[in-house]
């Protein structure tokens, strides 16, 4: 029950150099999100995708690309690092409507970025 | 716009104690969802409980209840009978009435539980 998976784990990467973040998911879920997370700063978000060929901008999507070619997957991409998005990225899905209780967000294990 | 405000960076409490941790809201929309959201040091995202703007009861999950006042704009997160294990950041978060069903989270407060 592998719920949200997010590769790869840790990646240390030097200053304008491109990386891609994959998140699966199978659960089945229409919703998708990235999010960073900074100390002090809680959780923000910088993409989301409400279902398969959409994407749409967070609140910090400055810097990042994303793409949902396949309603399991959900890629956040960097074309080139800055030390300013070192962070600990973390993918989020779920269901497009309330179920029984209450529509939260499933996370993956999140991503430790670190750009040098 | 939503904005979720806790106050606390980070609380003591001795074991076996019961806990309040603090959080107040802002939002225009008249339909929303207040979530708290756990996270231990291995740095896994647990949800813990969830309170509907419309709901009359306040939320309860075992030990969690959610002490919702909906005219102060407050949703804060008790703890009963607190254990080592509760030690970890603690983020509370509310989702609007908008179609992306996104989540905006506070700052979090790290709790840490005295033996």
């Known amino acids: 029950n592998a719920g949200v998976t997010q590769t790869p784990k840790f990646r240390v990467l030097k200053t304008g150099q491109s990386m891609t973040l994959l998140c699966a998911q199978d659960?089945?879920?229409?919703?998708m999100y990235w999010y960073r997370q900074d100390p002090g700063m809680g959780l923000r978000l910088i993409h989301y995708?409400?279902?398969?060929?959409?994407?749409a901008k967070g609140e910090v999507p400055d810097g990042y690309n994303v793409s949902r070619l396949k309603k399991q997957n959900f890629l956040l991409g960097l074309e080139s690092a800055a030390p300013s998005q070192t962070s600990v990225y973390f993918c989020?899905?779920?269901?497009?409507?309330?179920?029984?209780?209450?529509?939260?967000?499933?996370f993956g294990e999140g991503s430790r970025l670190t750009v040098l | 716009a939503q904005k979720i405000t806790q106050t606390q960076p980070g609380m003591f409490v001795q074991e076996k104690e019961a806990v309040t941790l603090d959080c107040t809201y802002d939002?225009?929309?008249?339909?929303?969802?207040l979530f708290w959201y756990k996270q231990p040091s291995s740095g896994e995202m647990i949800f813990l409980i969830y309170?509907?703007?419309?709901?009359?009861q306040n939320a309860t999950e075992g030990r969690y209840s959610l002490n919702f006042q909906k005219a102060r704009k407050s949703a804060n997160l008790v703890i009963s009978a607190s254990q080592l294990g509760d030690s970890a950041m603690y983020f509370c978060?509310?989702?609007?009435?908008?179609?992306?069903?996104?989540?905006?989270f506070g700052s979090g407060t790290r709790l840490q539980v005295q033996p």
């Open positions: 989020a899905s779920s269901y497009s409507r309330d179920r029984v209780n209450t529509g939260e967000l499933f």
């Open positions: 309170q509907g703007s419309y709901d009359e």
């Open positions: 659960m089945n879920h229409e919703y």
């Open positions: 978060a509310m989702r609007g009435n908008t179609g992306r069903r996104a989540l905006t």
């Open positions: 995708s409400v279902g398969e060929g959409t994407t």
């Open positions: 939002t225009s929309d008249q339909s929303y969802g």
